[in-house]
């Protein structure tokens, strides 16, 4: 299904690292749990020619009397197409030839449009492919967000959060929490977040505390984008305090000059931050003319 993204990497990474969470999204389902004496998951992993290393996807088995009696895998779908329904089938059933039992696949999805696809087309097949799905969209997964939940399960529910919109604070706790225990996990959730704001969108930084930001700069990703911020952010503040400068020695040649300064010039010139345009101001002034001729028109 091509290179996982993020968010289906860190659903994964959760499972393959708590694997009872296959087992508590099953049961926010409704869906059977057969017992069992041993839980255990084996995580998949591919190296890309890059050397990055992809989380590719997460079996949790259950086992009794050392042999397995069921399993669970992890798919994590952005959209709906009926050829991912037959993938996952496919995944299902080489998976029972494998481990000689029965499962199920578990899909989340962040969109609750695809998760109702899913399941319509999964009522239509499931008895002509013997496959049995359960499908979870990011709604599914609000109870749990709820602070008396587990980590791992309020984790999962942050990875499947929307953050188009907005960054909700209970996120940040979780991320706060993911850079103690996890710094890959933690370095995924950002990019979670990150792909879903808009460029230079400030709202996280704004929002961690110095402690976390601690944290966070021991992964590489988020120093080298931190440190990045912060020199853009130098820089500007470097041009708009030059700007000002030149914006003062303006107004002080005015003075000088006995010119004569409009309120609507002042304002102008207070309110200007480029600085290649305060030095153009000056620079007419140099050449002899007055404040009315630089800002009567128009401003430049």
Known sequence: MGNPGPRHQAAVRLANTHPLLAEQLAEQSGAYVPPYDLRSAGPTTHELKTGVVNENDATVYL????????????EVQQE?????????????????????????????????RSTAKFRKIDADLRDE????????????LVPFADPDRTYPERALAAVMTDYKTDIPDWTIVVLDEMA???????????????????????????????????KLLTIPSFKARYDRRHAEG????????????????LLEYFRIRQDSVSPQALA????????????????????GQNAAEIFDSATD
């Open 234 to 249: 130098h820089a500007e503040g470097l041009a708009e305090g030059h700007a000002e400068q030149v914006a003062a020695d």
């Open 129 to 140: 492919f013997a496959f049995h799905a359960i499908f979870l969209s990011r709604e599914d």
């Open 80 to 112: 709906y197409y009926l050829e991912k329904y037959a993938t996952l089938h496919a995944y299902h059933g080489s998976e029972v030839s494998k481990s000689r039992c029965g499962g199920q696949v578990i899909v989340l999805s962040p969109s609750p």
């Open 63 to 74: 086992t009794s009397a050392g042999k397995p009696v069921h399993f669970y895998q992890l």
């Open 268 to 287: 102008t010139i207070q309110a200007c931050t480029d600085a290649e345009i305060a030095a153009g101001w000056l620079h007419r002034a140099y050449r």
């Open 180 to 214: 103690r225990h996890d710094k890959r996990l933690a370095e995924l959730m950002l990019d979670v977040i990150m792909s879903e704001r808009p460029p230079g969108d400030k709202k996280l930084e704004a929002k961690l505390s110095p402690a976390t930001i601690e």
